[in-house]
């Protein structure tokens, strides 16, 4: 099993970027996929989910500026972060689940994640 992150950099204030997480060894497509931030001293943070057949939950914190989709084809989950804050500076992973769980312990998969920096 494996979940590869990419897409993670510098950006300033304002601005976007699209981070990626390619998924193999499992079946992609069944699994709920779920991104999850920590920043330097604070608590992990699900962002965004997305169930299997395409429903999606966020955070209050990004409501309206991130978008997560997925691509069962490619088996690769997407996160569009836009308007980004320096509040956003964190390390973002990607997770699967069967369910939408706020137990990080209930997460099947991890992948390493991508660091995400916002910053003038």
């Known amino acids: 099993v494996q979940l590869q992150a990419s897409g993670g950099g510098l950006v300033q204030p304002g601005g976007s970027l699209r981070v990626s997480c390619a998924a193999s060894?499992?079946?992609?497509?069944?699994?709920?996929m779920n991104w999850v931030r920590q920043a330097p001293g604070k608590q992990r943070e699900l962002v965004a989910a997305i169930t299997s057949s395409g429903s999606t939950h966020y955070a209050d914190s990004v409501k309206g500026r991130f978008t997560i989709s997925r691509d069962n084809a490619k088996n690769t989950v997407y996160l569009q972060m836009n308007s980004l804050k320096p509040e956003d500076t964190a390390v973002y992973s990607c997770?699967?689940?069967?369910?939408?769980?706020?137990?990080?312990?209930?997460?099947?998969?991890w992948g390493k994640g991508t660091q995400v920096t916002v910053s003038s």
């Open positions: 997770a699967a689940s069967r369910g939408q769980y706020t137990d990080y312990t209930l997460y099947e998969y």
């Open positions: 060894g499992f079946t992609f497509s069944i699994y709920y």
